[in-house]
């Protein structure tokens, strides 16, 4: 089978990395890939929303199935784009169309179908820069802390946390009328804060049947003991103690069953994958926010745990054949610690050399690549903010922690940063 994998981040890594272990695995393009995807498949100069590009690529190399790893083209309606031409209608694809994607790039749509759909999430309402003394006027009556987020996609910053009104009041102005994040925030949702515990749930759908993914808990913040700017992603851990049976079988009825089925009755042929953030209050789950793809850098914990041919999968998903499909989840433990450029997430410098990555972890660890590429055949250096995503396996969380540590502490660049506390909460959670 050939594949055409979209992406060049942590996850697409991961994506490469098990793609490549299935038997049914020929050829393997990433587009456009980073310096880890290299040694897995052929990394292709296509940039993720180059669509005309995309399709002539698949036509040229009779691609069987394109998987889309990052939100954005499918937002942007890739699916839709491909299906006009007679000659890619057919085209096997994981990931929704621009409708299903909705449930990712618009906060108001998701908290809509949320309230339609009996799905319990925080309390919210949603305001414009027409209506911005009207917000104004409900952020007065809000218990504190309050949660604004820009409707739009924000690369992982468009929600921030406000402690006091005249914060919320400041922030709120400067999303719809100072455009902080841009267009994304010419609507801004505003939220009751949910206080609990959070974890991610994935959940493989192909529109009909689904497949729970394993869990995980990840850590946004840029600082330890969860301190500083939200990033797109400093760790994670799988599994999660806190997500037992009885909590999960909650997880199931109460949000990913109406949600599957209120796609379905939405008219939304969805075959994809579901990351839903939940929050565990005392013992019942509250969805946070959709996203129509797989977590980063929550992939690179999940992927290692899951036994069974993962192109079988995603086959599966394009084709509308999941029921046929068996999953198989490992015991393992897994930690992924993730290694960023200093100043991330705000300004910061590429170009830095890599060393270390040669050396080895005796299968203890995984090194996935992110914000990398090849200056020259053996040379890697630094090329986004987040650089590496470490992954440590073991039987216990313990284990997997202590694994990823000493492989982070095998690696180094110039400025590099890492949160040093990655899973201390969860090997602390009970006691």
């Known amino acids: 089978m050939n594949i055409l994998l979209i992406g060049s981040g942590g996850r697409e890594h991961a994506f490469a990395w098990k793609i490549n272990q299935s038997q049914h695995c020929e050829k393997l393009w990433i587009a456009p890939g980073n310096a880890g995807t290299e040694a897995l498949g052929e990394n292709v100069a296509l940039s993720v929303n180059d669509f005309e590009g ?10 069987h199935l394109l998987v889309v790893g990052p939100e954005e083209p499918l ?17 096997p694809i994981v990931g929704p169309g ?30 414009t820069q027409a209506s911005i ?18 409707d739009g996609l924000a690369a992982g910053k468009g929600v921030l946390i406000c402690n006091s009104i005249a914060d919320a009041e400041k922030n709120f102005s400067d999303m719809l009328e100072g455009e902080k994040f841009g267009a994304a925030s010419s609507k801004v949702v505003i939220e009751t804060f949910l206080d609990g515990i959070e974890l991610s749930v994935f959940v493989a759908t192909d529109g009909e049947s689904y497949k729970i993914l394993p ?8 600082g330890e003991q969860d301190t500083g700017p939200n990033t797109g992603g400093m760790g994670a851990i799988s599994p999660v103690p806190f997500a037992d049976p009885a909590f999960m079988k909650k997880v ?22 579901l990351f839903i953030g939940l929050m565990n209050m005392d013992g019942e789950p509250f969805v946070i926010e959709y996203n129509v793809r797989m977590g980063d850098p929550e992939t690179q914990a999940v992927l290692p745990r899951i036994e069974s041919d993962f192109l079988e999968l995603l086959q599966a998903i394009a084709d509308k054949k999941l029921n046929q499909y068996e999953l198989k989840t490992a015991a393992t433990s897994t930690a992924t610690v993730v290694m960023v450029a200093g100043g991330y997430p705000e300004a910061y410098e590429k170009g830095k050399i890599i ?4 050396k080895n972890s005796d299968g203890q660890a995984i090194t996935f690549h992110a914000g990398t590429k090849l200056s020259a055949p053996k040379t890697v250096v630094t090329n986004g ?5 470490i992954t440590g396996l073991g039987n216990t969380v313990e284990d997997a922690i202590k694994h990823a540590y000493e492989r982070v502490n095998q690696i180094n660049w110039e400025k590099v940063n890492y949160r040093r506390d990655i899973g201390q909460d969860i090997l602390q959670f009970g006691n």
């Open 385 to 389: 903010g987040r650089v590496l995503g």
């Open 215 to 222: 869990e995980a808990k990840d850590y946004k913040r840029i």
């Open 252 to 273: 199931e009825e109460k949000i990913i069953q109406p949600t599957v089925s209120g796609l379905k009755d939405s008219g939304i042929d969805f075959r994809g994958f």
């Open 54 to 63: 995309i399709k002539q690529f698949c036509l040229d190399h009779e691609v």
């Open 355 to 358: 060393s270390g990555l040669e």
């Open 133 to 150: 003394q009207e917000g104004m006027a409900y952020l007065k009556k809000q218990k504190l802390p309050i949660v604004l987020k820009a």
């Open 98 to 127: 621009m409708a299903g994607a909705r449930m990712e790039g618009s906060k108001d749509f998701s908290k809509a179908f949320m309230n339609q759909y009996g799905i319990p999430t925080a309390s919210h309402a949603t305001f």
């Open 75 to 91: 937002v942007k309606g890739l699916r839709d784009f491909l299906a006009l031409d007679p000659k890619t209608a057919q085209l």
